[in-house]
């Protein structure tokens, strides 16, 4: 029996020897449906969530009443409600790229996911970009009553809101990369809220999602030129507000710059990631 259970255990070491790693799109996949699943777990918060979007609306149409903007071009009542929209468009995803990615890493820590994806041959941004997908996923299903009110608003032809879905796709997929940053920073330093919050006090105020970046002193308007959000939200008020709004760069100056911050991004997040997995190895990981 001895020499029978020595012969089983060779051939299976010899099989697991021969195993290959899951596949990038395989892990992908499967963190993406993880995530979908937990989330379609709680309907009331997803209910709250699409009234949620409907307030901002309601909240937004108040403020256009009362703000008024002094641009090269005065803008009326409509127009300043498509200037709140068309940021907020933008605005709504700022949980893909901040909060989703703290509140997965804890709990996969908490869980003991991810030793299992650290010290198993998986592609770890493969798991990182689904957990994020899938928030975005759901953040573009909420969005859908601000697109509406947006086309109804600004009375966009269907080409021009292709342009503006293009350019909140675009400046998604740049989130999608800082996500993964915010993930591999959660993991390496454990406590990151405070950094997080400012981060998105950062995206709020200084993107031009509540007034004009040019009415920020141009000392602090450098910092507005380092997010990604300032660019797709010029991009959209370029697209819905026409010949009544300036943008900050010639419109395929936007568009590159958006490419560069995606492509900076994922560099930074590469090396965040051989970092994570060097301390990882070194020190193992927990949720202290």
Do not use: C
């Not at 918060?45 to 071009?73: T, Y």
């Not at 507005?224 to 010639?250: A, E």
């Not at 590469?270 to 301390?279: D, I, N, T």
Request: proline content about 3%; cysteine-free; charged content about 10%.
């Amino acid at each position: 029996m001895t020499a029978v259970s020595m012969a089983d255990y060779h051939r299976n070491i010899q099989g697991l020897t021969k195993s290959r790693p899951v596949s990038f799109f395989h892990v992908l996949k499967g963190s993406y449906l993880k995530e979908v699943r937990i989330t379609l777990r709680y309907r009331a918060n997803l209910i709250a969530n699409q009234i949620q979007s409907l307030l901002f609306i309601g909240s937004f149409a108040l403020m256009a009443s009362a703000f008024v903007f002094n641009l090269d071009v005065e803008l009326s009542f409509r127009e300043t409600m498509v200037f709140f929209i068309g940021g907020l468009l933008i605005v709504f995803y700022d949980g893909v790229a901040l909060w989703k990615p703290i509140n997965s890493i804890n709990r996969d820590l908490y869980n003991g996911t991810l030793e299992y994806l650290f010290f198993n041959p998986h592609s770890r941004i493969a798991y990182f970009v689904g957990n994020i997908l899938s928030s975005a996923t759901f953040a573009s299903v909420f969005s859908i009553p601000l697109v509406i009110a947006l086309v109804v608003v600004s009375g966009i032809d269907f080409f021009t809101l292709i342009w503006i879905l293009l350019a909140a796709f675009m400046t998604v997929s740049v989130l999608v990369a800082f996500g993964v940053m915010i993930s591999l920073l959660a993991i390496k330093y454990k406590r990151v809220n405070g950094l997080v919050g400012t981060i998105g006090t950062l995206f709020t105020f200084l993107s031009g999602f509540l007034f004009p970046i040019t009415f920020l002193p141009p000392y602090i308007r450098i910092a507005s030129y380092l997010l990604p959000y300032t660019y797709g939200i010029d991009l959209v008020r370029h697209f819905s507000l026409g010949d009544k709004w300036t943008t900050l760069l010639p419109v395929p100056m936007l568009w590159g710059v958006l490419a560069t911050y995606m492509v900076i991004y994922w560099l930074i997040a590469a090396f965040l990631l051989r970092k994570v997995e060097a301390s990882a190895k070194k020190d193992g990981l927990n949720i202290i």
